[in-house]
């Protein structure tokens, strides 16, 4: 396809715009191949298949051969300038045929939406509060005093209620008001992972809460970037993936209604929403869901960090399920792992950029 002309009329982020024109005696190369394929399920009387007059067989398959043609140039010619400008669509292209003139030609016009392009400098402006996993003495009491009352019977716990000046001045529940000191002998009656000394069991807790809240911290704190970075990138997600992912979700909740034997009408009416407001909550987390995909994966290939085959592997071989492990040899899971592998590593990645690693 030597000839090719084609123009780029518009670039917005991700998503381009190209012209394309074919010229009219390319068309017609493409119009007689559809007249061959059309003409051979015409039934003319008086005819054998495929020996109608053309005149005859013309009337009867105008407007399939002119679709026919169109349907097969229109992919033909875009796919070459996506080739041509090395393009990666994540989308399914949309077309609109301009022209088909015998001067002019075919004229067209088809739009795409490309893998986006990340910098990883733009997000070294992201500002999120670092999160604090600190735990202080208060929380630490708290967790150890609830320990005690949901597991020894109030008889071991030498409980006073609160004077009345205290229940007037806090909570009116008065089983809130209950104090008592931690003492080694409760600590020992409970007996929790082998602890007999207030101070041991402190220092257990403490260390649990604050893996806990290490955890919980770093979870929020790392949404919080991908959110951010996700607003800076700004890059369009294709609308049909998130139809797609609305449409799974919908079937996965109508699936479960149908296990309790339990009418997605009658469901809707008793929650006081409609499946309209339920379809626009799934559209917003299918999208955030695909931009989060999208951008640590392409995040990744730009900083070098996909995953190879040998290391796909490596995360196979770990897997203890033996079941499990065989299902990974098919091709197809092995590229689902690798992705989720690479997605892995451009959210730490992109972690790390904001920290100023």
Do not use: C
Request: glycine share 2%; net charge negative.
């Amino acid at each position: 396809m030597d000839n090719l002309n084609f123009k780029r009329l518009e670039t917005d982020r991700n998503k381009l715009v190209y012209q394309v024109t074919v010229d009219y005696s390319d068309y017609q190369k493409y119009e007689d191949h559809a007249y061959e394929h059309e003409a051979k399920k015409i039934k003319v009387p008086g005819f054998r298949p495929g020996q109608a007059p053309k005149e005859m067989v013309e009337k009867e398959v105008a407007s399939k051969v002119f679709s026919h043609a169109v349907n097969e140039l229109l992919p033909t010619y875009a796919e070459a300038v996506l080739v041509k400008e090395n393009l990666s669509p994540i989308s399914h292209l949309h077309y609109d045929l301009k022209e088909l003139d015998k001067e002019k030609g075919v004229i067209f016009t088809f739009e795409v939406i490309t893998q986006p392009e990340i910098n990883p400098e733009d997000f070294k402006k992201i500002k999120v509060e670092e999160p604090n996993s600190e735990v202080d003495e208060k929380e630490i009491e708290e967790v150890i005093k609830n320990m005690i009352k949901n597991n020894l019977p109030a008889d071991k716990i030498p409980a006073k209620k609160a004077t009345k000046k205290d229940v007037d001045t806090k909570e009116e529940d008065p089983d809130k008001q209950v104090d008592f000191e931690i003492t080694d002998e409760l600590v020992a009656e409970l007996n929790y992972d082998g602890t007999k000394t207030v101070s041991e069991l402190k220092a257990n807790v403490k260390e649990a809460l604050e893996s806990l809240k290490k955890q919980q911290s770093e979870s929020e704190f790392t949404s919080k970037v991908l959110e951010e970075a996700i607003k800076i990138a700004d890059f369009h997600v294709p609308h049909e993936m998130i139809d797609d992912q609305v449409a799974g979700l919908e079937e996965d909740f109508k699936a479960r209604l149908r296990q309790i034997k339990l009418s997605i009408e009658n469901y809707i009416k008793t929650q006081g929403t409609t499946i309209e407001e339920m379809r626009g909550h799934w559209e917003k987390d299918a999208k955030q869901r695909i931009s989060s995909d999208l951008l640590l994966v392409n995040l990744a290939v730009k900083e070098g960090l996909v995953a190879t085959e040998p290391e796909v592997e490596a995360e196979i071989e770990k897997m203890e399920d033996k079941n499990l492990r065989a299902r990974y040899q098919n091709q197809s899971n092995k590229d689902y792992l690798r992705t989720i592998m690479t997605r892995e590593r451009g959210l730490t990645r992109l972690v790390d950029i904001v920290r100023g690693k």
